[in-house]
């Protein structure tokens, strides 16, 4: 009788604890797993100017991987050429330790440029696409790192490499 009395006080325990950690995680709203953050720059010298700003949002579906949309706008002054460049994003994060994030990330970016030269006018609007695959170092919101574009081509009118660092930030 003593070993049935315990058995119905583990499984007791064990009921309690699953229905425990159900009401925590139902009450974890959707809200609770967002995080806010992105990216910011600025650059200027000699006549140059250029100035980004990427605002993102990430889901949280584990401690492990986390997944949202991005939005970009940046403008650049080089003398008399003048671009803005707007469009989105997609990211994956990946953290298989705490310290390490994995990151692919798709961007489509309408660019639209002008200048005015001494032998006319310069004009052209197109689309450029990016495919990123990144690694960082991970400590609290802040995640630095480096990302690899893999549909980079030598022609490429945004990027002048297909290597760039990033600092990325989500609270």
Do not use: H
Request: cysteine-free.
């Amino acid at each position: 009788m003593k070993s049935i009395s315990k058995l119905y006080i583990i499984l007791l325990f064990i009921a309690f604890g699953i229905a425990s950690s159900q009401a925590q995680f139902r009450s974890d709203s959707f809200w609770d797993r967002v995080n806010f953050g992105g990216g910011f720059g600025l650059n200027f010298g000699n006549d140059y100017f250029a100035a980004n700003l990427a605002p993102s949002a990430i889901y949280n579906f584990n401690p492990y991987f986390a997944a949202g949309p991005g939005l970009s706008y940046s403008y650049v002054k080089n003398g008399s050429l003048k671009s803005s460049i707007v469009g989105g994003s997609i990211i994956a994060l990946a953290n298989p330790l705490p310290i390490i994030q994995l990151s692919a990330e798709f961007e489509e970016l309408y660019v639209s440029q002008r200048a005015n030269w001494d032998g006319g006018t310069f004009s052209d609007d197109f689309w450029n696409s990016a495919l990123f695959l990144g690694a960082g170092y991970r400590s609290g919101p802040v995640t630095i790192g480096a990302r690899y574009n893999i549909l980079y081509n030598d022609d490429d009118a945004i990027y002048t490499s297909a290597i760039m660092p990033f600092i990325r930030f989500y609270f």
